[in-house]
């Protein structure tokens, strides 16, 4: 059974730092892995969803990678801004082993705060 | 384009009431997925269904719940007999055909039970 884990669980941080959020996954057998972000009490947006033959993807200050032999994914933010302040979320789509279904999994999720 | 669309967004209701949530997933999109999130914690897979076809189901989908996508367009969840630990947000998910692709969220369904 896949699991996703997420660290740190929460984050505070002044305005204009860069960040890393991490996202690890016990079945490296994925066919994609993407990011999304949830604002309090809203369904989730996607950031950016990475195939698992490539290696990062980017979308203005955001890049996210991908290890998949190590089971990792990065994801980078640069230039913090209070507006980033959100919980961000790595879901893991299953291979072909799935039977079809990709289902995603998902991880808890890191919260993170940009305060002035 | 409209994206997926989930109705009611909020519901509050007695203990042993039944509910029922619907989801309107993005046109031509033929995978429909239900999650459950409580606060915390990640989206928890509830079902899948690939057109009209339920071909997933969790064990979290306990026998009170029940899911259907006739005709493989819109879907509805119901919940039977609520209790308090069914306090939960409701989201479902749609994918297109190419299973590489993008899963777009609804804003989900926040049920409170009392």
């Known amino acids: 059974k896949q699991e996703v884990t997420q660290i740190p669980a929460a984050l505070s941080v002044p305005e204009g730092e860069n960040l890393v959020l991490n996202c690890s996954f016990t079945d490296s057998a994925i066919y994609n892995l993407q990011w999304f972000r949830q604002d309090p009490g809203k369904g989730l947006t996607s950031l950016l969803l990475?195939?698992?033959?490539?290696r990062e993807q980017t979308s203005g200050r955001l890049n996210a990678s991908l290890d998949k032999s190590s089971g990792r994914s990065t994801l980078y933010i640069a230039a913090s801004q209070p507006g980033d302040s959100a919980t961000y979320l790595c879901?893991?789509?299953?291979?072909?082993?799935?039977?079809?279904?990709?289902?995603?999994?998902f991880g808890r999720g890191t919260s993170l705060i940009v305060h002035p | 384009d409209t994206g997926v669309s989930q109705d009611p967004r909020h519901k509050i209701t007695k203990r042993g009431q039944n509910v029922t949530f619907r989801c309107d997933p993005i046109s031509e999109h033929n995978r429909l997925y239900w999650y459950r999130q409580t606060l915390g914690q990640g989206p928890e897979f509830l079902t899948y269904?690939?057109?009209?076809?339920?071909?997933?189901k969790s064990r979290l989908l306990s026998d009170r719940f029940s899911a259907e996508r006739p005709k493989g367009s819109f879907s509805t969840l119901e919940i039977q007999r609520t209790e308090q630990g069914d306090s939960a947000m409701y989201l479902c998910a749609s994918r297109p055909i190419r299973s590489g692709n993008t899963i777009y969220f609804g804003e989900g369904s926040w049920l409170t039970v009392v």
């Open positions: 990475i195939q698992s033959s490539q």
């Open positions: 879901a893991v789509n299953p291979g072909a082993a799935s039977g079809g279904s990709y289902i995603p999994t």
């Open positions: 269904f690939q057109n009209e076809a339920q071909l997933e």
